[in-house]
């Protein structure tokens, strides 16, 4: 199980929209609409931004959004506010019931 | 309210052992499937275990497989982790999550706020 890949960061002004990605093998994805996108904020739980690749879970702001094409799923933030920033994770189910996590990027709004 | 409440953590030598708990509350525990994922300091997130809603099927990530044990008392509305001859990489946050469902397919939801293992002599 390796991690998924992610760029360890990104930045954006507020107002502007960003995109991050996170990439695996067909192993990992697997065929599998399974993935799933955290927020962290320093010393804070991870909270749930978007599951099976493009679904919202209640109160998270449409500014959110996620996409998959491939072996490649995506984390759009539009309209970026100083707030959204903060450390962002991707999740793949990789089958046979184990999960796998990229590693991270890192959002800085300036 | 979703609530987990993590317990257990602290400060173990090398090739002891530690069980972790997770308190669940705010939701039908016996119906949803739980994860345990940790956190190394300034690392990234690594997904460890997920054990299904009735506690007979369980899964491991390769790196603690035959050192970590998950259970669950779902009487008790309880998740625990057995960790056993632990190794300085175990350090980390060890949080204990809801899987959306009752079986492996669900990515975690709802998390608790962690507890802190170090493995230090």
């Known amino acids: 199980q390796s991690a998924l890949t992610q760029p360890p960061s990104a930045s954006g002004s507020p107002g502007q929209s960003v995109t991050i990605s996170c990439t695996g093998t067909?192993?990992?994805?697997?065929?599998?609409?399974?993935v799933s996108w955290y927020q962290q904020h320093p010393g804070k739980a991870p909270k749930l931004m978007i599951f099976?690749?493009?679904k919202r879970p209640s109160g998270v702001p449409d500014r959110f959004s996620g996409s998959k094409s491939g072996n490649t799923a995506s984390l759009t933030v539009s309209g970026l506010q100083v707030e959204d920033e903060a450390d962002y994770y991707c999740?793949?189910?990789?089958?046979?019931?184990?999960?796998?996590f990229g590693g991270g990027t890192k959002l800085t709004v300036v | 309210q979703v609530q987990l409440v993590e317990s257990g953590g602290g400060v173990v030598q090398p090739g002891r052992s530690l069980r972790l708990s997770c308190a669940a509350s705010?939701?039908?525990?016996?119906?949803?499937?739980m994860h345990w994922v940790r956190q190394a300091p300034g690392k990234g997130l690594e997904w460890v275990a997920i054990?299904?809603?009735?506690?007979?099927?369980?899964y491991y990530a390769d790196s603690v497989k035959g050192q970590f044990t998950i259970s669950r008392d779902n009487s008790k509305k309880m998740l625990y982790l057995q960790m056993n001859n632990l190794r300085g990489e175990d350090t980390a946050v060890y949080y204990c999550?809801?899987?959306?469902?009752?079986?492996?397919?669900?990515?975690?939801?709802?998390w608790g706020q962690g507890t802190l293992v170090t493995v230090s002599s």
């Open positions: 999550a809801r899987g959306m469902y009752s079986y492996g397919s669900g990515s975690p939801d709802y």
């Open positions: 705010g939701f039908t525990f016996s119906s949803y499937a």
């Open positions: 054990l299904s809603y009735d506690g007979g099927n369980k």
């Open positions: 067909s192993s990992d994805f697997g065929g599998y609409n399974y």
């Open positions: 099976e690749v493009s």
């Open positions: 999740i793949s189910y990789a089958g046979s019931n184990k999960w796998v």
